[in-house]
């Protein structure tokens, strides 16, 4: 089946830091999302983006589908976005499940 | 919020009995997914149902059971429980039954014991 492999597994920043985390997955894919979850544990929807690039606020996306990676840039930390992130995607011409990376855990200090 | 509601929240109970977990689906989405979450085996994604039929199947043991009501709300069974079913169980819902953006529930967390 596919490999979602994400990178790094475990990050510390300071507050105000930017960061890059990356998704790379071994198959074409119909759909990738990103999310954030959060210490709590709800799983928050950051981006729906099989192609392209979005931005919303201090988070944005970028997804090259033609070289199967993905890329989740966070700017100017705050420790509100302390939590894991992951990255799923669903496998071109199978059903609409979600497959997970294992996550990067982000931990932003003041 | 998501729009997607999850009961209950916790959820405590003895090895060998009978559990069921409750998702509505945000307004106007017609797919119900069930993701299980556990420390050993990450995310994963157990069944899917859309406008009442099931669609998918993932790694859901024969002890589990779902289904979707026509007003489109799901229910999770999870019977003869072990040890090892503790995990936070996710609910997602999206419009479509492919191609859309799936919305997580806040989850119910399961302890066994």
């Known amino acids: 089946g596919i490999q979602v492999e994400q990178s790094p597994p475990d990050l510390i920043l300071q507050e105000g830091a930017n960061s890059t985390l990356r998704c790379n997955f071994s198959d074409s894919v119909n759909n990738l999302q990103w999310f954030h979850q959060n210490p709590w544990g709800q799983l928050i929807n950051l981006f729906y983006i099989p192609s392209g690039t979005k931005q919303n606020g201090r988070l944005s996306a970028t997804t090259v589908a033609t070289e199967r990676y993905s890329l989740l840039y966070i700017s100017s930390s705050q420790t509100t976005d302390s939590g894991v992130y992951f990255c799923a995607v669903v496998v071109s011409g199978g059903y609409n499940k979600l497959i997970f990376g294992a996550g990067t855990r982000l931990a932003v200090h003041p | 919020d998501s729009g997607v509601t999850q009961t209950p929240k916790h959820l405590i109970t003895a090895t060998g009995q009978r559990v069921t977990l409750r998702c509505s689906p945000r307004?106007?989405?017609?797919?119900v997914y069930w993701y299980q979450q556990s420390l050993d085996q990450g995310l994963q994604f157990l069944i899917q149902?859309?406008?009442?039929?099931?669609?998918a199947k993932g790694n859901i043991l024969e002890r589990f059971s779902a289904q979707q009501f026509p007003d489109l709300h799901s229910e999770l069974n999870l019977s003869s429980l072990e040890l090892g079913d503790s995990a936070l169980y996710f609910c997602a819902s999206s419009v479509g039954d492919s191609g859309s953006a799936q919305y997580f529930g806040p989850g119910t967390r399961l302890t066994v014991l």
């Open positions: 149902y859309y406008n009442g039929e099931e669609r």
């Open positions: 307004s106007g989405d017609l797919s």
